[in-house]
Structure formats: C-alpha cells, structure tokens
C-alpha cells in the first residue's frame, strides 16, 4: 500500500518558503528545485514525509506539502482563464455533483471545472473549440488527478452552440461568453429535473441569461456571486485583510421542468 505520507517520483509538491511564495514542482531523479533563494535537490524530498522543511543551497527555509486542488489551479500550467477556487466550491453545490452524476460541460478551458466534478465523482462529457484547451484540460485532468480517471472524461472538439447529442443528462455547466445560446440545447439535454449552471464574467451575461430562462422550462432561476474576504489574526490585532478577492464571475442555476 502507497504510503501518502512519504513524497515518490512523480509526485507533485508544493514548496512554500518563510515569506509564503509558493511554488510547484514534480519530483524526478536527479531533479533540482532553483529560485534566487538558492537551490533544492528533489533528492532531499523523495522517501521524506509530507510537512519536512528543507533548507536550499543558500540558507532559505522550504516546507514541502502535497498540493491541493485549490494550490494546482492556481499554479498548474494553463492556456485559458480558470474558474477559481472561491467559486468551483459553490459550483459543485450548485449543480448538486456527486458520484454517478452524467455532466455536460462546455468551455472546459484548463480543466480546473473538470477536475473538480471528477473529484466528486461525476461523469463527465466536454465541448471544447480549441484543441489547445482541449489537449490542456486532459493534460491537467491526467497528471493531477491520474489516468484513472480517464474513463469518466470524455473532451471532444464541437461547439456547443450548434446543440448537444447526449440525452437525459443530469447537468449542464458552462463557462462560455453566450450561454443563453446552449439553453434550449439544454431542455432537450437534460432529463426532467436536471440542473443548468453557467458561469458568466460580466452581469450583463448574467442578465442575458436570465432573461433567456425566463422564455423556457427552466425554473427556480438565480444568481450568485460569491465574495472571498480573509482576516488578519495576530495577537491583539484583529482586523479584515486590506485585500480580498472580490468580482470573479456570477453562477446563475436553474432547473428543468417536465414537458
């Protein structure tokens, strides 16, 4: 049995240093981790326990922990924008993602969306325009979560504006600029009861949208948008962080009602 506590060749680490940089790495033979801090052998990691803190070349301190999704979306090599972690969280409630769940998802991008419904146990089937996306995506899917999942992912090359082939779905989630387009793709899609969730940078899509749903069989239309503020706790001083992550994008659900 794989002991997850130990780092092996070809685990991805994440090295945060003493001022919290945090950096991504996959551990190979001979490998070596360099910055302006100095130099990492990945020999130091392989066979070590995971929260092992290292020193590099130059004296710099390195705690080595296995990434999360959240710290591989944000550092995983990308072509298109993901959908960041503060809203692939209420996503998956959103659209009600667990084991067995038939998904239709279109603008699969980086794959951060995908990689997040797989975790949770959906099957999953991507409409993507550009093979470079494409090609990412399933990159992404493979070297974080691993070829085991590849049975439950299935990307191939159309546009989903032009309609959907798979019927009596569960879901269909987007992250496309006119999702208005998809919805009645979506109605014939989807089983009675399914759910619809988009994703839209701009309230005026939202609103599109929206306005689209209205004309439909969808119901029980909404829009959220979620706001991700941290707080600064040390000793005495309690405050909110001068900075938080506010606009990314708006979540619209909604779900399908029988003919």
């Known amino acids: 049995?794989?002991?997850?506590s130990r780092f092996a060749v070809g685990d991805k680490v994440l090295l945060i240093d003493n001022k919290d940089?945090?950096?991504?790495?996959?551990?190979?033979?001979?490998?070596?981790?360099?910055?302006?801090?100095?130099v990492l052998s990945h020999s130091d990691l392989i066979g070590a326990r995971e929260g092992t803190?290292?020193?590099?070349?130059?004296g710099s301190r390195f705690t080595a922990l296995r990434p999360t999704l959240s710290d591989?979306?944000?550092?995983?090599?990308?072509?298109?924008?993901?959908?960041?972690?503060?809203?692939?969280?209420?996503?998956?409630?959103?659209?009600?993602?667990?084991?067995?769940?038939?998904?239709?998802?279109?603008?699969?991008?980086?794959?951060?969306?995908?990689?997040?419904?797989?975790?949770?146990?959906?099957?999953i089937v991507g409409?993507?325009?550009?093979?470079?996306?494409?090609?990412?995506?399933?990159?992404?899917v493979n070297g974080f979560l691993g070829s085991e999942y590849s049975g439950r992912y299935r990307v191939e090359l159309r546009n989903c504006y032009d309609g959907i082939d798979e019927t009596e779905l569960d879901r269909v989630v987007l992250d496309l600029p006119e999702p208005w387009q998809v919805v009645k793709h979506a109605e014939r899609a989807l089983r009675p009861g399914g759910i619809f969730?988009?994703?839209t940078p701009t309230i005026v899509q939202a609103v599109h949208l929206r306005e689209?749903?209205?004309?439909?069989?969808?119901?029980?239309?909404?829009?959220?948008?979620?706001?991700?503020?941290s707080w600064h706790i040390e000793g005495q001083s309690v405050r909110p962080d001068h900075?938080?992550?506010?606009?990314?994008?708006?979540?619209?659900?909604?779900?399908?009602?029988a003919e």
């Open 1 to 4: 049995m794989t002991d997850l």
């Open 21 to 38: 940089r945090r950096y991504l790495i996959t551990l190979t033979e001979n490998g070596e981790f360099h910055s302006h801090t100095g």
């Open 53 to 58: 803190t290292y020193r590099s070349s130059r």
């Open 72 to 123: 591989f979306v944000l550092k995983m090599p990308r072509g298109a924008q993901v959908i960041y972690p503060k809203d692939l969280g209420p996503l998956l409630l959103l659209a009600d993602i667990h084991p067995g769940v038939r998904v239709l998802e279109s603008g699969v991008g980086s794959g951060a969306l995908s990689m997040a419904m797989l975790r949770a146990g959906a099957d």
């Open 127 to 140: 409409y993507e325009l550009r093979e470079e996306f494409a090609d990412r995506a399933n990159a992404n």
């Open 197 to 199: 969730v988009a994703y």
């Open 212 to 229: 689209t749903l209205e004309g439909s069989r969808f119901t029980m239309a909404e829009t959220i948008e979620v706001l991700h503020r």
């Open 243 to 257: 900075r938080m992550v506010a606009h990314t994008g708006f979540l619209t659900s909604a779900r399908l009602l």
